[in-house]
């Protein structure tokens, strides 16, 4: 797998844009830059299982690794979720199963750079995410920046 990284300087505060990124509305908002309608189903626990999905109940799921409030996220994908059921792992899944996608958060003088870094598999994918990151994080940044 490859690693992306994507980073963008907002003039927010942490908890400002952690809000923008986990609240139902706005992760709708910003993650709208992937495929529109996109959502997330969770209690949003470290541990727990999240479920990444489009407007049709099909997308992936995966567990919250690692949660720090206000600073940190980490999302371990594990598989599919087709007609709003976990899949079973296949031979396409296991690909990818096991990367993760993290959420950092840091103070830099009155700004805050948010950094995400992720695991990708196929050229596929990463042209997408290479084309998509940019535009969801300029909405993440409009929204804190309001």
Do not use: C
């Not at 709003?84 to 830099?108: C, F, H, I, M, V």
Request: no cysteine; glycine share 6%; net charge negative.
């Amino acid at each position: 797998m490859k690693k992306l990284n994507f980073s963008i300087d907002i003039k927010a505060p942490k908890e400002k844009i952690w809000k923008v990124l986990w609240d139902d509305r706005t992760y709708r908002e910003w993650t709208s830059a992937f495929m529109e309608g996109s959502y997330a189903e969770s209690d949003w626990k470290e541990g727990s299982k999240i479920h990444f999905l489009d407007p049709n109940g099909e997308g992936m799921y995966s567990t919250i690794a690692k949660k720090t409030e206000n600073e940190f996220m980490s999302f371990k994908h594990i598989g599919s979720v087709k007609d709003g059921k976990e899949q079973p792992l296949d031979a396409e899944t296991k690909k990818w199963s096991g990367a993760t996608e993290n959420y950092t958060l840091k103070d830099r003088n009155g700004t805050t750079t948010l950094t995400v870094e992720l695991d990708t598999s196929g050229l596929e994918w990463e042209n997408m995410l290479k084309e998509a990151f940019p535009k969801a994080l300029d909405k993440v940044k409009e929204l804190a920046e309001k």
